[in-house]
């Protein structure tokens, strides 16, 4: 066992050009054997096993290209760690330690880089994990109670759950003797399922049904994160709250994670998009602005502070990737296009399919086995939320190790797909009636008669600075992810996004979100004309809020009603201060948010393709409402990086 652990240890400290052997690469060779006792104890916990892996290999981070080191040398500590294992293997009668011998000697060590890891993801009880690893039975896994399955009668058998779902049940549940699947809960953008279940106890007694969230185990990982920092000492006591730890399984490459809320008489929860047609349109906004908006603003919205920002900064990220690279052949050209910061987004707009292209200094964001793909951000030098983006493809990831916020120092690969290329493919298939190619699109009846294509127009806007305001924001506020409690109390769930961002994010997403809800029937296909007299309508509403300096239009269509109340919202949060075509726009800020909101809606096939013509109008509309006749003139306040002085071949 310690020759297998230790000829794991050395690979890994050779791929991440290490050349020495320490604590870090004893412990990730220990998590890495499947079934282990490492494994087990740290999946106890909640923590898959790669997570903290790439927790590790974050902290350590990689190795210079050039070897500096004799290969093959130990640290003073792993020397110390393998000596105190073999006294316990002695102790025990064994020639030659075990993984348990080597775990409890690394534990007992103090304050080595894999302890410091593990404080830092909370396991602070090092006491703790020691009795564990002293007491633990391999293959606890399978002797766990079997948890009995059963559906209820909202339960859509349409969409059976997978094995790798059912495992995450079983083991969010393992104390009970059965669970009921209540429903699945309508979730956003994401692929994770959200479901509803209630637990029931050895005697049969039903417990209060809780959320289940199942995701893959980062995504769950990280959210538990951002619920610790964001969320559990923010908001009022009767909000949704994570029950325990994710938990995972090395069966299965998901985790799941549970949350807790008070439910109304019928004990099931509700999320707003299951009654959003049960109330009429001023019940609902109402309740938006009287009841959810006080319940969660206090802590979050209403906690912001001025913040002066370039749009591409938090609205990057909601687009396509700004290019999809396949690595280059090992017969490659040797000149290439370099992409290092500061970026100019001038030279990569003419960058087409075939070009040989450069990353350095880029951040590992995702990392795909089963693509062999991974997806990088701009450095971390960048205040932004994962800005221009990176698909690599084609990856050897068994010949190159890659891992989640690792630095690429540099990368090679050519140009497989544009950003420009991803919309039009997007905007192709809603089956347009106008040119896509062209810089306006015809609106027949509407005032003025073109809107501009907002596949070309979000571009002119990135680069551009907003004064807005800074907060915690929930980062995914749909009606999928606003719950009703007891007295239609509200409730907050997935957290997945939250993070200090633009304020009026939550509120430009939202109203996205309701639009679709309140006008598409995914049962009809609504025809272009259909789609322009709705646009008219919301750009009648939009004239109405921006020109008066009351609460609303109550002249309103009726099922505008919610989004007005969404405006009186925003108005509170609206910097005022903004700039475009010479004169002060005070709802820039928010058509902004709005812009970017409804352009990633358009690229969801998720969505039916009346819902994404909607939002490809609304984007058209926002972009218009931000800049009106002065938008080829662009805003006058940053300049379009499109003619760069700089000669050199660097973006």
């Known amino acids: ?56 290999r974050r902290k350590i981070g990689k190795g210079g290209v050039q070897q500096t080191i004799p290969p093959g040398l130990s640290t003073y500590r792993a020397d110390r760690i393998l000596e105190n294992a073999r006294k316990l293997a ?27 890891v593990l404080r830092a993801l909370g396991l602070n009880d090092i006491k703790q994990l020691i009795k564990l690893a002293q007491e633990h039975h391999i293959n606890s896994d399978s ?28 083991r969010l549940f393992s104390g009970y003797l059965s669970i009921k699947v209540e429903r699945y809960l309508t979730g956003g953008y994401s692929e994770a399922t959200l479901l509803v279940i209630t637990p029931k ?27 610790e920092s964001h969320v559990r000492t923010k908001l009022p006591p009767l909000t949704a709250r994570v029950d325990g730890r994710p938990v995972s399984s090395d069966m299965s490459p998901l985790a799941g994670i549970k949350y807790t809320i008070i439910t109304d008489t019928d004990r099931i929860p509700r999320d707003l998009r299951a009654i959003l047609h049960q109330w009429d349109g001023k019940t609902l906004g109402d309740w938006l602005e009287r009841t959810l908006f006080p319940a969660f603003g206090t802590h979050w919205w209403l906690q912001n502070s001025p913040y002066r920002f370039q749009v591409w900064q938090e609205y990057d990220w909601l687009l396509p990737p700004i290019l999809t690279l396949e690595t280059a052949r090992d017969d490659a050209p040797q000149t290439s296009i370099h992409i290092r910061e500061p970026i100019r987004r001038g030279r990569l707009r003419k960058l087409e399919y075939g070009d040989t292209v450069t990353v350095e200094n880029f951040v590992v964001k995702r990392v795909y086995p089963a693509k062999n793909a991974i997806l990088l951000v701009a450095g971390t030098g960048t205040p932004s939320h994962n800005a221009f983006r990176i698909e690599i493809r084609n990856v050897d990831l068994h010949r190159n190790t890659h891992f989640r916020g690792e630095i690429i120092e540099r990368i090679t690969g050519t140009v497989f797909k544009t950003r420009r290329e991803r919309l039009e493919h997007a905007l192709n298939a809603l089956e347009p009636y106008f040119n896509i190619y062209a810089q306006t699109i015809p609106v027949p009846g509407f005032s003025p008669e073109r809107l501009p294509n907002p596949i070309l127009g979000y571009d002119r806007i990135l680069d551009d600075y907003l004064n807005g305001s800074l907060a915690t924001i929930h980062g995914d506020l749909h009606p999928g992810n606003i719950m009703i409690g007891p007295q239609r109390s509200a409730f907050l769930i997935d957290f997945a996004h939250t993070r200090e961002g633009h304020t009026l994010f939550d509120w430009a997403n939202l109203e996205t979100s309701l639009l679709c809800d309140l006008f598409v029937n995914d049962d009809t296909v609504l025809e272009w004309d259909e789609i322009v007299n709705t646009i ?11 020109s008066t300096t009351a609460n609303g239009a109550s002249t309103a ?30 709802w820039s800020e928010y058509y902004i948010a709005m812009a970017f909101c409804a352009l ?14 909607l939002m490809m109008m609304v984007a058209a509309l926002a972009i218009h409402e931000v800049s009106g006749k002065s938008l080829q003139d662009g805003s006058g306040q940053t300049q379009t990086p499109d003619e760069d002085p700089d000669p050199t071949n660097s973006f």
């Open 1 to 56: 066992m310690l020759t297998n652990i230790l000829n794991i240890a050395r690979q890994e400290s050779a791929q991440m050009r290490h050349y020495y052997i320490g604590a870090e690469h004893l412990f990730i060779a220990m998590l890495t054997i499947r079934g282990g006792i490492t494994a087990n104890i740290i999946q106890d916990q909640g923590f898959k096993p790669d997570y903290v892996i790439d927790a590790l």
């Open 201 to 227: 106890t050895g005697n049969l007694r039903e417990d209060a049904p809780v959320v289940v969230k199942i995701d893959f185990d980062d995504h769950i990982q990280d959210e538990y994160q951002r619920y």
């Open 143 to 170: 002797q766990q109670p079997y948890v009995s399955v059963q559906y209820g009668p909202d339960f859509d058998e349409s969409r059976p759950l997978a094995p790798d779902q059912l495992i995450i049940l079983r």
């Open 600 to 613: 990633r809606a358009m690229t969801r096939s998720t969505l039916s393709i009346s819902a994404r013509r």
């Open 90 to 116: 002695s102790k025990s009668g064994r020639k030659e330690p075990n993984e348990r011998d080597l775990l409890l000697s690394l534990l007992r060590d103090g304050e080595s880089l894999p302890i410091r």
């Open 557 to 586: 269509h009726p099922s505008l009603q919610p989004i007005l109340h969404i405006r009186r919202i925003a108005r509170q949060i609206l910097t005022n201060t903004n700039i475009y075509g010479g004169v002060t726009n005070p």
């Open 536 to 546: 008219k309508i919301i750009q009648a509403m939009n004239l109405a809020v921006s």
